[in-house]
């Protein structure tokens, strides 16, 4: 199967934020924004356990929230900063519905909409 067929994403995330990049049209359309997803973080809990509880909660949402912008998908490639990419491939690989998905990843600095949108574009040609 050829690219021009699959269906692509490209995601940056850090543990706050993250931006979709995908295509308008499968066939024929440019790699554009789709959504952006943020994650809150968890509240000051005096209680450690709770507020870690929580966070995970938070970023189970956060994952699923991202999900759920890419219904399909054949491939992504993830990019950003600190580990959350990882877990990110993790959470695909252990959903039902993404667990064939193949997933890369790369380190990247924070980078402007149409800059991660070229940077998506270069990836996958």
């Known amino acids: 199967m050829s690219n021009n067929n699959k269906k692509l994403f490209g995601v940056w995330m850090d543990s706050r934020n993250a931006t979709i990049i995908g295509k308008e049209d499968i066939d024929t359309g440019e790699f554009i924004v789709l959504g952006h997803v943020e994650n809150a973080g968890p509240d000051n809990n005096s209680n450690e356990k709770t507020s870690n509880n929580h966070e995970i909660g938070l970023t189970q949402k956060f994952f699923k929230d991202i999900a759920s912008i890419m219904p399909n998908i054949d491939e992504i490639h993830i990019t950003g900063t600190g580990q959350i990419q990882e877990q990110f491939m993790k959470f695909l690989a252990e959903t039902p519905q993404y ?27």
């Open 99 to 125: 667990k064939n998905v193949v997933s890369s990843e790369s380190t990247s600095n924070k980078m402007s909409d149409e800059n991660l949108a070229v940077f998506i574009t270069e990836h996958f040609n």
